[in-house]
Nanobody
Framework: QVQLVESGGGLVRPGGSLRLSCAAS????????MAWYRQAPGKERELVAE???????TYIDSVKGRFTLSRDNAKNTAYLQMYNVKPEDTAVYYC????????????WGQGTQVTVSS
């Protein structure tokens, strides 16, 4: 079992920045594709960004140019740097880890709340 612990959420003003961290408890991290999902009240959960073992990243259109996903394999940690945040970024953000043979996340974090409001 792999534990994913998110941190860094909170209240931020529109246009501000925030960095989310996801620390994994196992070296499974080093062979896993890491991703961040989010779910806003009344909306379906959506995949925000994903990073491969090799560091390739994909983003949904609404965050391209504003969010940057990175990973530090030595620390078993993934980071989601959020710039120029908007009220519509308000959601609970979940970190996930997906193994090389899996089509869906194998492990989920507990979630961290991000609220963008003035």
């Amino acid at each position: 079992q792999v534990q994913l612990v998110e941190s860094g959420g909170g209240l931020v003003r529109p246009g501000g920045s925030l960095r989310l961290s996801c620390a994994a408890s196992s070296i499974f991290f080093r062979v896993a594709n890491m991703a961040w999902y989010r779910q806003a009240p009344g909306k379906e959960r959506e995949l925000v960004a994903e990073i491969s073992v090799g560091g390739s990243t994909t983003y949904i259109d609404s965050v391209k140019g504003r969010f940057t996903l990175s990973r530090d394999n030595a620390k078993n940690t993934a980071y989601l740097q959020m710039y120029n945040v908007k009220p519509e970024d308000t959601a609970v953000y979940y970190c996930t880890a997906r193994g090389p043979l899996s089509r869906r996340p194998d492990f989920w974090g507990q979630g961290t709340q991000v609220t963008v409001s003035s």
